[in-house]
């Protein structure tokens, strides 16, 4: 007995930990297991970033939904947003991911979802904001030293119009009224772009619903129980 509680507590230890390294933890719903993923900070591509910011590093999410995708346990996935942006390709592959999972997804934006925060939040089968939280949208930036030359601002354009073609793909709002948000004037100090709350992402049908944890949970147990009624017939 007392060996059965001690590989118990060990494994209870693991969770925890596993948890906290990975910001990702699953939980029982009605009978069925959901898992939860926070994307937090920046999303960290190629470039390890200083160890006092906050991130979200992709060689951590991207085999979690491989495993997620291919497990017999899971039956739903709650991504959960609250970044500044990040490595553009780290994002938008992660994102690709997500929009291609057969298992039921939901997002939730909390807080904020900054540049390539958005193409994250649209990414799932149905996203929520709650009403406090932003979605800041601006043209793709690039730190570090650029080249003044045609071939930069091509790969910019280029770079720009894939991620625009995503959005467009995964949310209810046009191309042509994301770009116009990206480039509008008169609301970023020495930038170009614009700062949505949360019921103006739903209006401009960025984001799907309105609503908190509560909401996203329901829709993925409705999602889920709709799965298992078609297998059964």
């Known amino acids: 007995m007392c060996e059965e509680n001690e590989n118990k507590q060990e494994k209870d230890c693991e969770e925890e930990n596993s948890s906290f390294e990975?910001?990702?933890?699953?939980?029982?719903?009605?009978?069925?297991?959901?898992?939860?993923?926070?994307?937090?900070?920046?999303?960290?591509?190629?470039?390890?970033?200083?160890?006092?910011?906050?991130?979200?590093?992709?060689?951590?999410?991207?085999?979690?939904?491989?495993?997620i995708e291919e497990s017999k346990e899971i039956e739903g996935l709650l991504i959960i947003l609250n970044t500044v942006g990040g490595d553009v390709e780290?994002?938008?592959?992660?994102?690709?991911?997500?929009?291609?999972?057969?298992?039921?997804?939901?997002?939730?934006?909390?807080?904020?979802?900054?540049?390539?925060?958005?193409?994250l939040a649209v990414s799932?089968?149905?996203s929520f904001i709650v009403p406090s939280a932003t979605m800041t949208v601006h043209p793709v930036r690039m730190n570090g030293t650029v080249l003044g030359v045609p071939q930069t601002?091509?790969?910019?354009?280029?770079?720009q119009d894939r991620i625009i073609k995503f959005i467009e793909n995964n949310?209810?709002?046009?191309?042509?009224?994301f770009r116009n948000l990206m480039m509008k004037t008169g609301?970023?100090?020495?930038?170009?772009?614009?700062?949505?709350?949360?019921?103006?992402?739903?209006?401009c049908g960025l984001i799907d619903e309105l609503g908190g944890l509560s909401n996203?949970?329901?829709?993925?147990?409705?999602r889920i129980g709709n799965n298992n009624a078609s297998h059964n017939n």
């Open 22 to 67: 990975t910001g990702s933890i699953t939980v029982e719903r009605g009978g069925h297991f959901i898992h939860c993923l926070t994307i937090i900070g920046q999303i960290e591509g190629h470039y390890i970033l200083p160890s006092q910011n906050k991130t979200t590093k992709y060689e951590h999410v991207i085999p979690q939904l491989v495993a």
């Open 90 to 119: 780290a994002g938008l592959a992660i994102a690709e991911l997500l929009s291609t999972m057969t298992t039921p997804t939901a997002s939730l934006v909390l807080g904020g979802g900054h540049s390539i925060g958005v193409p």
């Open 124 to 126: 799932c089968e149905r």
């Open 153 to 159: 601002l091509s790969y910019f354009e280029k770079m």
């Open 171 to 177: 949310s209810k709002i046009s191309a042509e009224e």
């Open 187 to 203: 609301e970023l100090i020495m930038d170009v772009g614009c700062v949505l709350d949360g019921e103006a992402a739903v209006e």
């Open 216 to 222: 996203a949970l329901s829709f993925l147990s409705e």
